[in-house]
């Protein structure tokens, strides 16, 4: 288990425990947080879960795998530096007390 932090573009927190074999997006959805629509329930093929890993977090969470990076790129025309899709972040005890920020420009429908 591991607590993972929440940031909204208003720069509100909240903050959850993770459950089992958990991923920061079922996490955040089990949790109603709000801007992580996870349209395609973790299946890698919506990228509506993106999320900024705060800057000191990011060595330890790693870079986005191929297919995430590209699926990135296609939706944003580049790859911000600590952007993942958070369907892809399997949480481990080493990620307790990661904080992850989400993004304004996730995707040009998805504003707000
Ligand atoms: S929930 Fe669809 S790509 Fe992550």
New binding site residues.
Partial sequence: MARITFVQPDGSRQSFESGEDETV?LVGVRHNVAHLP????????????MVDVAEPWRERVGPPGLDEGD?IEDALGERPPGRR????IGITEALDGLEVLLPRDRRPDRQG
């Fill in positions: 997006m996870a349209d395609c329930g973790g299946q890698l093929a919506c990228a509506s879960c699926m899709l958070s369907c892809q």
